[in-house]
């Protein structure tokens, strides 16, 4: 099956910098790969995804990017705020509707002001 | 905006309790799933349902099952709790077909098994 590699665990940077969470996948045929935050007390929530035909996304300051050569694929936020803070997890799947999500472990981001 | 509901928001159990957990969902979605959320481990597909009265084994049904006789109802049952199954329960629901994999999750149960 899916193996999905993250990093890192967790990450803290200063308001207005940059964070970068990496995942690797295994399976070649996974061609989905949403992000999802969770936020404390709060189930996870989908914030961007990206398809096996697209090598980028950007979606105001969060960005995903996707090298399916080398099986991996990583969450860009720039000008990082304090409501950033959250567990963030990536997941792939092979994208049919049939098809189910394997998670990474989830880094811990911790934005300080 | 969808609304996926979990019944209890913390649930205190003992070992070699029955324990059910109930997800309901509003927005008519054919698929339901139940995950397991441990520290360090990320989430764990226990078992997940395509539509009503069908179920799938995820990747550690060991000590659970679910039912699914309605479908915006979706339960997780553990047989026999044991303290190994402290942990985060998340429910979620997606609908079917081609570009519609966004799952939307509830707010968990954090069950504690004494």
């Known amino acids: 099956g899916e193996n999905v590699e993250q990093h890192p665990s967790t990450l803290s940077v200063q308001e207005g910098d940059s964070a970068v969470i990496k995942c690797t996948y295994s399976d070649s045929a996974s061609n989905y790969f949403p992000w999802y935050k969770q936020e404390l007390g709060k189930g996870p929530q989908l914030i961007i995804d990206i398809r096996s035909n697209v090598g980028e996304k950007k979606d105001q300051r969060i960005a995903v990017t996707l090298n399916k050569t080398a099986k991996h694929f990583s969450l860009h936020i720039t000008e990082t705020q304090p409501e950033d803070s959250a567990v963030y997890f990536c997941a792939a799947s092979k994208g049919s509707g049939y098809s189910t999500l394997t998670f990474g472990k989830g880094t811990m981001l911790l934005v300080s002001p | 905006d969808v609304k996926v509901t979990q019944s209890s928001r913390y649930l205190v159990k003992r070992t070699g309790e029955k324990v059910f957990l109930e997800c309901v969902q509003d927005?008519?979605?054919?698929?339901m799933f139940w995950y397991r959320q441990d520290p360090g481990l990320g989430l764990r597909l226990i078992y997940f349902?395509?539509?009503?009265?069908?179920?799938e084994k995820g990747d550690i049904p060991e000590g659970y099952s679910v039912s699914r006789e309605k479908k915006e109802r979706f339960s997780l049952i553990l047989e026999s709790a044991s303290t190994n199954q402290t942990s985060m329960y998340l429910c979620?629901?997606?609908?079917?077909?081609?570009?519609?994999?966004?799952?939307?999750f509830g707010s968990g149960t954090q069950l504690s098994v004494l």
């Open positions: 979620a629901s997606r609908t079917t077909g081609a570009n519609n994999e966004k799952l939307f």
């Open positions: 349902s395509y539509d009503v009265k069908m179920k």
């Open positions: 927005m008519d979605h054919e698929n």
